[in-house]
């Protein structure tokens, strides 16, 4: 019915329904909705049967209830994408959108978007573990084992120890642009996906202190060269990433003048909890500081806290481009980087 308000003819609109999910649309402009996109019934769907040991961890229960939340509001506003189920008749199989499946489940939605793709298991695998891998904030230990799986599955070989031959370098490469351009999310470069390949050697108290943040992802990656008993010896002593790589090189038999041996470990690392508290006999008395000692104390401080707060992209930014083999060198090639750049920059 027509209301006039202010001098203007309106409608009353009709009350608001339940949010739906929708279907894409033809950008070609005939307005049909796509022909490998379906509204699919949420019963209809169950969970991808090529995860392997990679079921990569959920998000915690408050961004679940928010997630829950927003579809209701707005139903789910990305598909999900699916393939005939082989192991269950006039179903389909999620292999990517899992987590929006669940939620939409627990809004209370009857149907999900869906876009059904026809693959094989190979490339259905690549897909479940790649929107994964390239799109979620994951845990250390749910990169370690989805990266390996995905190599091991590109590789065709469980032999993480060998180095990545070309061909599966440029397949995972391209791997990941095909999941890009399907669902969009970053890319990660094949330096970094060896790294993790390589930390499935650890042993799980390892994975342990990598999910809870006792210890950095350049340390655990040197200590998966060690054989397990090395390892577990290891985790009774504290670990900076100079003595590891020191430690590695004489492992490895490349380090000049030293030699493996028993005993090598508790010579030269501190045990953890060994450092005592002084007495109080022998606490020193307070030193009283100049004023131009304060000042720059304090210049100090603030420099280090500026370093502090830079540390994160910087060993990002290590992390990504610096190449394995110069790992040995990284001191020396960092600091011909710097130099090159304030020799260019010297303002």
Not at 269 to 280: I, M, Q, T, V, Y
Request: proline residues 5%; hydrophobic residues 35%.
């Amino acid at each position: 019915m027509a209301k006039k308000v202010f001098g203007f003819e309106t409608r009353e609109r009709p009350a608001e329904e339940p949010a739906v999910s929708k279907l894409p649309i033809d950008s070609t402009g005939a307005g049909k909705a796509m022909t490998d996109f379906q509204e699919i019934p949420v019963d209809m769907l169950h969970t991808c049967t090529l995860k392997g040991s990679s079921d990569y961890s959920k998000y915690g229960s408050l961004r679940q209830e928010q997630m829950v939340e927003s579809i209701k509001q707005m139903g789910v506003l990305q598909p999900l994408i699916v393939r005939k189920s082989a192991v269950q008749m006039s179903k389909y199989e999620i292999l990517a959108g899992e987590r929006r499946w669940e939620n939409a489940k627990a809004a209370g939605l009857k149907t999900v978007p869906c876009r059904i793709m026809n693959v094989d298991d190979k490339k259905a695998s690549a897909i479940f573990h790649l929107t994964n891998l390239m799109n979620r904030d994951l845990t250390p230990t749910d990169k370690i084992y989805g990266w390996y799986n995905y190599y091991v599955q590109v590789r065709g070989v469980a032999n993480p120890n060998d180095e990545v031959e070309g061909e599966v370098t440029k397949a995972m490469a391209q791997g990941q642009e095909d999941v890009a351009s399907l669902v969009g999310g970053k890319t990660v470069a094949l330096r970094t996906i060896q790294m993790y390949v390589k930390m499935h050697d650890l042993i799980s108290p390892w994975l342990v202190r990598l999910d809870e943040k006792q210890t950095t992802m350049r340390i655990g990656y040197h200590i998966a060269f060690f054989p397990p008993e090395i390892q577990e010896e290891l985790l009774g002593y504290k670990i900076t990433e100079t003595k590891i790589m020191w430690l590695k090189k004489v492992y490895e038999d490349v380090s000049e003048g030293r030699k493996w041996y028993d005993g090598i470990i508790a010579d030269n690392f501190d045990r953890l909890g060994s450092a005592e508290e002084p007495k109080e006999d022998e606490k020193k008395p307070p030193v009283r500081m100049t004023k131009e000692e304060k000042e720059r104390r304090r210049k100090t401080r603030e420099q280090n806290l500026r370093f502090k707060q830079a540390l994160p992209e910087i060993t990002t930014t290590i992390w990504e481009r610096l190449r394995p083999q110069d790992y040995d060198n990284a001191g020396s090639v960092i600091a011909e980087a710097l130099e090159l750049y304030y020799s260019q920059h010297n303002e």
